[in-house]
């Protein structure tokens, strides 16, 4: 009998400690997050990413960790954002333009020529209205962490340099999935065609669209260079990526794991711009040397370009509110005194 009760006593502490073992293995099993994004590895986009997946880890102890997937596997954008929406996916990057359709204020950052420089994008994207902007997307389910720069927009395209706005009539221009993007360049006289980015490289190669606009380090890292024969410097917007994480996985998640999240996208952000801005300036001669032929607009002929392109203001404004508007207008005016 007793040897009958000592062999249920160790059959009982195997199992406890089997399954306290398992159950410590099961505490240390770190938090699986999908981080989506367009752009390919090598991009200043994957880059940054990259920075982010590593701070995560450091500021958890290992206990959360990013699985990256790039080159827009997850799909593009707005599909990603969907996902996030619905909780299928925890986290990715993309576009502010690509999120007016889920929240209207994102155009803000569509106006063409807001920013002459990113040391004011930097100040208005990170102060109090880049805040308001963000905090828009909670209602729509989900959380904006930081902005990264995607950078100033300009003009590739196979057919002709782009010296004046009426080069661009005729010519076939990819734009980003955006009604401020397609009514500005229609208004420019070009044949605008919305298409996600995933799709441009084969688009430009096919000849499906002749052009497209983007900053140079995309232009560079999506090899634009060995498909488009000219570029032509404009500078017409500056446009922000927007890290992003689905509302109803964010909000399941302990206050020590949220304000990680929010300390690596901190520490991302400042490498991110650092990183985009330093490529950026070796762009030019990089391009240069891919055989790219580089156009820069004149002074007056970069005004007229301006002169019709801020038309599209007046809808921009109605969409984002007049208040915010001003507010903007008003920081900026601030600013340049
Ligand atoms: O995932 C790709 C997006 O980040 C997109 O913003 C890149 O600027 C872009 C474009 O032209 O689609």
Known sequence: MKMLRRTVLATLSAATLAASMGAIAQDIKPRLIRFGYGLNEQS?????VKVFADEVEKLSGG??????????????????????????????????????GITKEMAL????????SAKEADAVLDGPIGQKVMDKLQEKGLVGLVYWENGFRNLTNSQRPVAKMEDLNGIKLRVMQNPVYLDAFKTLG?????????????????????????????ILSSKFYEVQKYLSVTNHVYS?????????WWDQLSKAEQKVLLDAA????????KDTRAEAGRALT?????????NELSPAESA???????KVNALIAANVGMDLWNETKTSLDKMRK
Request: charged share 25%.
């Open 44 to 48: 200043n986009q994957g880059r940054a």
């Open 63 to 100: 206990k959360m960790k990013i699985r990256a997937v790039g080159a827009a596997a997850l799909g593009p954008d707005t599909q990603m954002q969907q996902a996030l929406i619905g909780g299928a996916q925890e986290m990715m990057v993309g576009s502010t333009a690509t999120l007016v």
């Open 109 to 116: 950052w569509d106006t063409p020529f807001l920013f002459n």
């Open 190 to 218: 070009a044949n605008a065609i919305p298409l996600p980015f995933s799709e441009l490289f084969s688009a430009l190669e096919t000849k499906t669209v002749d052009g497209q606009e983007n900053p140079y380090n995309t």
């Open 240 to 248: 922000p990526w927007i890290v992003l994480v689905s509302k109803k």
């Open 266 to 273: 901190k520490v991302s952000r400042e490498f991110e711009r």
């Open 286 to 294: 990089d391009l240069k040397g891919k055989g790219m032929q580089i």
């Open 304 to 310: 007229r370009m301006r002169d019709k392109l801020t």
